[in-house]
């Protein structure tokens, strides 16, 4: 696959979400129901969208046909790189936070897409679950499919791998614009899933490391504790910066003991499918 091509699909992806959420949300908001429970409903248009862009692009662009079931066995699962998983999820929430921060003006968005600001959990409501349906399944699912699995191995068959991990994991940030604080870190952490998913030819690690990232920040979200709060009161003074290059560490370490891990079983959903 093509540079150009990679970036088009990503935007056209992004495009079918957008259409999708609008026509979804118009038809809703034309019954009295959707007027009286729209917090439900607006989480119930976002996870049909999401599903339903991935679904169409995987329908129309991933030839030969996806087998989105095998992608999601997890039998051939190592439990020895499941140590090294959590240790790089906790190691890019420690990186991360100096690039959340370059944009204040962004801070309270970011803050309340991430969960890592001001909390403002209310309960385990319905959209919550649909919030956490999306953010714990449907995300680490199929923006792995798409990004690593169908994207980046498209483009390893026309580009050197340091070129396809790059492309992947810039189309990977440009579909978390929205945030634009967190377009960096999810730069890294496409690069690091990449790295894992060619290390091990399986998609079941990135979706794992994807699924602990995500639960590690809504864990964070709803016990209250506001971990973005106590970073911005050490005002990036010297131990802000200790804590960023320890996570940095962590998740360098981390990264490198689970890539020269051999995998016993390389039959996952691999590259060559």
């Not at 009286?36 to 679904?55: K, Q, R, T």
């Not at 998983?85 to 929430?93: C, D, E, P, S, Y």
């Amino acid at each position: 696959m093509k540079i150009v091509k990679a970036i088009l699909l990503t935007l056209l992806l992004i495009l079918g979400f957008s259409l999708t959420q609008v026509g979804l949300t118009t038809l809703f908001f034309k019954t009295e129901f959707m007027l009286e429970s729209f917090p439900n409903h607006l989480g119930i248009v976002n996870v049909i969208s999401y599903v339903m862009a991935y679904l169409l692009i995987f329908k129309l662009f991933w030839k030969p046909k996806s087998n989105i079931k095998e992608g999601l066995n997890f039998t051939n699962f190592e439990m020895k790189f499941l140590p090294y998983l959590v240790f790089i999820a906790i190691g890019l929430q420690l990186l991360d936070r100096p690039f959340w921060h370059l944009i204040p003006d962004w801070n309270y968005i970011s803050d309340l897409s991430l969960g890592t600001g001001k909390n403002s959990f209310n309960g385990f409501d319905s959209f919550y679950f649909y919030n956490a349906l999306s953010t714990l399944i449907i995300a680490p699912i199929f923006e792995e499919l798409f990004f690593r699995k169908f994207l980046l191995s498209k483009l390893l068959q026309k580009n050197n791998q340091k070129i396809g991990i790059l492309v992947s994991s810039l189309c990977f940030a440009i579909i978390h614009i929205e945030t634009p604080s967190n377009l960096i870190p999810t730069f890294i952490f496409g690069i690091i899933s990449s790295l894992i998913f060619i290390k091990t030819k399986s998609i079941t690690y990135s979706i794992i490391l994807h699924f602990l990232f995500n639960l590690l920040i809504q864990i964070l979200f709803v016990t209250n504790l506001s971990i973005n709060e106590w970073f911005l009161d050490l005002k990036f003074n010297f131990m802000y910066w200790i804590l960023f290059l320890i996570g940095i560490g962590i998740t360098y370490f981390a990264t490198k003991k689970l890539l020269a891990t051999k995998p016993i079983n390389n039959t996952g959903f691999g590259l060559n499918q």
